[in-house]
């Protein structure tokens, strides 16, 4: 008889799409905490560059990792492939040319064994090209309303995916606050671990006017704002299209906007 080898812990899933040099960057972060505990799930969507070539080379031979190339629908497809394919208790996704943090997301995987949730979620690195300097990027469940988890820094039971049918491939760009706001509606757990765990690097599909479109449309579809709030909203991100507000000013004006948050603590002290 053949050995029994128990599932993973975690798998992490990277989905690519002719991104070769940012998937590099990401598979080098996560191969130093792959074990028994933590399987790596790259899921390229048929790349017509280096990717798979990267992949390979980098992977080659890995008992803890695995390849799948084929073509796919859109990032929320893929990501849904990513659950469906494993076989672990839990999974997370890092977005391709993002990074982990690798102490940090060892003690979020520690965390998994000793204490129970359906959803942990932690802190976020933001960096932005140019901008030496990293934010610490944190949100709540209970800011749902307007904003949502940062993804990267999730870890989500692969059951709880199971249970809410996965990402709505419907939405494009934001389906995974669409995602988190219906497992809080469903009573999932939610538990936060203070780690940085992953860096995020601005200017991905995230990013831009289109995105503010669908949170809009979130919002109105789960009942957080009415037709004018949704108007509103539609509005002002057809207005930040044409404006001057790049990533890198946005950037600067949240260091800035953390600096000056930082010093009326120190002075109300």
Not at 218 to 226: A, E, K, P, T, V
Not at 241 to 252: D, G, I, K
Request: contains cysteine; proline residues 3%.
């Amino acid at each position: 008889m053949g050995d029994c080898v128990p599932p993973p812990l975690l798998t992490i899933v990277t989905v690519n799409k002719n991104n070769a040099n940012g998937l590099r960057r990401t598979i080098l972060s996560i191969l130093p905490i792959l074990s028994g505990k933590v399987h790596y799930l790259v899921m390229d969507g048929a790349s017509e560059d280096a990717s798979l070539d990267v992949a390979r080379s980098l992977l080659a031979g890995h008992k803890h990792a695995s390849i799948v190339s084929e073509r796919d629908s859109g990032i929320y497809q893929a990501m849904n492939k990513g659950w469906q394919q494993s076989r672990s208790e839990y999974v997370a996704y890092i977005n391709s040319g993002d990074e982990i943090v690798q102490d940090a997301y060892t003690r979020l995987v520690s965390a998994l064994e000793s204490r129970a949730a359906d959803i942990f979620y932690a802190r976020l690195l933001l960096a932005c090209a140019g901008v030496a300097d990293l934010v610490t990027h944190e949100r709540h469940p209970e800011q749902f309303k307007s904003d949502t988890l940062p993804h990267p820094a999730t870890v989500v039971r692969r059951s709880t995916f199971d249970r809410l049918g996965g990402f709505d491939q419907r939405f494009r760009i934001a389906a995974d606050r669409d995602f988190f706001i219906r497992a809080q509606k469903e009573g999932f757990s939610f538990l936060h671990v203070p780690e940085a765990v992953a860096v995020f690097y601005l200017g991905g599909a995230s990013a831009g006017w289109r995105a503010g479109l669908e949170s809009a449309a979130i919002s109105r579809r789960h009942g957080y704002i009415g037709f004018w709030g949704w108007l509103g909203r539609v509005a002002w991100s057809r207005l930040t299209r044409s404006s001057l507000m790049t990533e890198e000013r946005v950037f600067r004006l949240l260091q800035r906007w953390r600096g000056l948050a930082a010093s009326a603590r120190r002075i109300i002290r």
